[in-house]
T-cell receptor
């Protein structure tokens, strides 16, 4: 069982839609991540939040907008996506600076996004 | 530059036989190394890590990995494979230059265990 919960598990949206992916963790981790994964490929880092502040943005297009409302929640707002954005979006958490931070990531089950 | 290589796209092994999934790395300084497993239509699961100490580290589901500094390798092993071990395995290294926030993943190795 995963301690990182992602909703929805599946999402189909048109290119003009606005939708959001949600992630929640209750492990007390202070670092949270969004990854994008294409089939049979490794995850690609999109964003990192540390103590609710955006620490890393891997030059992600502005049609993806992250939000970290509190230490347990992470959202990814989606707008005007392209078909090539179809992928599995994974949320992860880890210990943050000052928590030990040996670096292992704890992933959710992912949200499979299809853009029509 | 820091990098991780998994030289095999796929490993096939018979159930009950030992398995090895290979990984080599290139990092500056002391490596923080990890193995993750991904079952179909699931997220990645952390299996084990090497930070310091004993070169043989034990992890979940009977897996272990051997850190070899001279060969810059961190191969994943299991003495007796199960059909349920069939999955995609990723070796990874933590990029300490970014405060540890970036994890560099290998391309992945698909493991097939045949009954």
């Amino acid at each position: 069982d995963t301690e990182v919960t992602q909703t929805p598990k599946h999402l189909v949206m048109g290119m003009t839609n606005k939708k959001s992916l949600k992630c929640e963790q209750h492990m007390g981790h202070r670092a949270m991540y969004w990854y994008k994964q294409k089939a049979k490929k490794p995850p690609e880092l999109m964003f990192v939040y540390s103590y609710e502040k955006l620490s890393i943005n891997e030059s992600v297009p502005s049609r993806f907008s992250p939000e970290c409302p509190n230490s347990s929640l992470l959202n990814l707002h989606l707008h005007a996506l392209q078909p090539e954005d179809s992928a599995l979006y994974l949320c992860a958490s880890s210990q943050g600076p000052g928590q030990g931070n040996t670096g292992e990531l704890f992933f959710g089950e992912g949200s499979r996004l299809t853009v029509l | 530059a820091q990098s991780v290589a998994q030289p095999e796209d796929q490993v096939n092994v018979a159930e009950g036989n030992p398995l090895t999934v290979k990984c080599t790395y290139s990092v500056s300084g002391n490596p923080y190394l990890f193995w993750y497993v991904q079952y179909p239509n699931r997220g990645l699961q952390f299996l084990l890590k090497y930070i310091t100490g004993d070169n043989l580290v034990k992890g979940s589901y009977g897996f272990e990995a051997e850190f070899n500094k001279s060969q810059t390798s961190f191969h994943l092993k299991k003495p007796s494979a199960l059909v349920s071990d069939s999955a995609l395995y990723f070796c990874a290294v933590r990029d300490i230059r970014t405060g540890g926030f970036k994890t560099i993943f290998g391309a992945g190795t698909r493991l097939f265990v045949k009954a």
